[in-house]
């Protein structure tokens, strides 16, 4: 399967504690974007990467979300100190270089629920 | 603040006829449109976009149509199948600068398509 993959399909965790997910791009894909979705609302983009670089981080993004693409390759998103409103779909993307602008390849996506 | 609205929050077609799905947005800066489809348990999927320089696009069953005054675009899917049964999202970007690439959904629309 070429796609894009993300880990763990689906996470359940307490208030307060801390998650990882985990996305895989499509190989030679520059580009890797984070989306996070809630209940009857579109995706809404929270940080992208060209290759290892963080090329920009929206509002939403608190400072208890960092995420990481150390080798240009794989990237982590970390949830620190986990709330109930961080209970949303999250989900990767990722584009080659070069493409129509917005032609972006998802993951299924990690579906997070915080009790 | 919505950039990109979809108001029609779901749409019932008979097999065969004609889908409508409209899209409107705020921002003039955005200059490149794009619809995606998400089926339940995937992410979702590119299906065709638009330049801002064009005001029709056409692939296949589906086409997009662009109305840069009013800050409208429509896709039109003829004919429509049951396969076609998904949630539709329109998208918006701007084709250039840092925020290349950096997806500005809609809530999605939900397209139900009978036998």
């Known amino acids: 399967d070429t796609g894009v993959s993300q880990n763990p399909r689906h996470k359940i965790t307490k208030r307060g504690q801390n998650v990882t997910f985990r996305c895989d791009p499509i190989?030679?894909?520059?580009?890797l974007y984070w989306y996070r979705q809630t209940l009857g609302q579109g995706p809404e983009f929270l940080t992208y990467?060209?290759?290892?670089?963080?090329?920009?981080k929206s509002r939403l993004l608190s400072d208890r979300f960092s995420a990481e693409r150390p080798k240009g390759s794989f990237s982590t998103l970390e949830i620190q100190r986990t709330e109930q409103g961080d209970s949303a779909m999250y989900l990767c993307?990722?584009?080659?270089?070069?493409?129509?602008?917005?032609?972006?390849?998802f993951g299924p996506g990690t579906r997070l629920t915080v009790l | 603040d919505q950039q990109v609205k979809q108001n029609s929050p779901s749409l019932s077609v008979q097999e065969g006829r004609i889908s409508i799905l409209n899209c409107d947005y705020t921002?003039?800066?955005?200059?490149?449109f794009l619809w995606y489809k998400k089926y339940p348990a995937e992410g979702p999927t590119f299906l065709i976009s638009i330049s801002s320089i064009k005001d029709k696009n056409e692939d296949g069953r589906f086409t997009v149509f662009l109305n840069k005054s009013a800050k409208h675009l429509s896709l039109h899917i003829v004919p429509s199948q049951p396969g076609d049964s998904a949630v539709y999202f329109c998208?918006?970007?701007?084709?250039?600068?840092?925020?290349?690439?950096?997806?500005?959904f809609g809530q999605g629309t939900i397209l139900t398509v009978h036998p």
């Open positions: 190989s030679e894909h520059n580009r």
């Open positions: 998208a918006a970007t701007e084709a250039g600068g840092t925020s290349y690439g950096k997806l500005t």
């Open positions: 990467f060209q290759n290892e670089a963080q090329l920009e």
């Open positions: 921002n003039s800066m955005f200059d490149y």
């Open positions: 993307a990722s584009s080659p270089i070069g493409t129509g602008a917005g032609e972006q390849f």
